[in-house]
């Protein structure tokens, strides 16, 4: 079973414990207060404490963890703190919740795997994301617009962007397509796509449309 760390218990960071912990995760959750502790500890492993400090993240079994999600978001200090702390012990897929354009780029520099933007429902569509294995970085445009990375959707698979009539299916408009290099090591190709491009089965679609036909998608 895949096991979830997650630091910062707010809004986003309940539920998406909530969330991830109704999809079968072994969830563990950190954070300083306790009221909020005692409410997560009713359907994941909720642990009161100062992610800030190594030790804590060490003790509560985040070294163990295939991926952490840092979502704390007004302190910036904090933030960062813990997603340096997370990248310490070894965690291989950091997440971390970015408030700013500004607090993005720090997060990133200290070695954030992905950063996102968001707001409390899209906690259930990144809970389903990392319970599917295809974390996503996700960004809102404006209220209610969204672009997000997404797997190409079944029935889409091997036909053209024009035989797929995607934008008709869906309503979100293709912005470009991240593609595997055949070599594993190299970083993925991004085409801008025409009408006659082939949707591969391993294809990561970069999208943009209204964030409720986002959600559709899941």
């Known amino acids: 079973m895949k096991r979830i760390g997650i630091i910062g218990a707010g809004r986003f960071g309940l539920a998406l414990a909530e969330s991830l912990s109704n999809a079968g995760l072994d969830v563990i959750l950190v954070d300083r207060n306790r009221p909020a502790m005692q409410t997560a500890s009713e359907f994941v492993n909720a642990l009161q404490g100062d992610a800030t400090q190594p030790h804590v993240l060490e003790e509560a079994g985040f070294a163990e963890c295939d991926l952490v999600v840092v979502a704390i978001g007004s302190n910036m200090e904090a933030s960062v703190m813990a997603t340096a702390n997370c990248k310490e012990l070894g965690v291989p897929n950091v997440v971390a919740k970015a408030t ?91 085409i801008i796509p025409k009408a006659s491009d082939v949707l591969m089965t391993d294809d990561k679609l970069i999208v943009f449309g209204e964030t409720k036909k986002l959600d559709a998608l899941g």
């Open 100 to 190: 700013s354009e500004l607090h993005g780029k720090i997060l990133r520099r200290i070695g954030a795997d992905n950063v996102v933007y968001p707001d409390r429902d899209s906690a259930h569509r990144l809970a389903r994301a990392i319970a599917k294995g295809d974390v996503i970085d996700f960004l809102e445009v404006s209220e209610g617009y969204s672009i997000a990375e997404i797997d190409v959707p079944d029935g889409m698979r091997s036909k053209t962007l024009a035989e797929s009539n995607f934008r008709n299916a869906t309503g979100l408009t293709v912005l470009c397509i991240r593609r595997a290099d055949p070599d594993p090591i190299k970083p993925r190709h991004v």
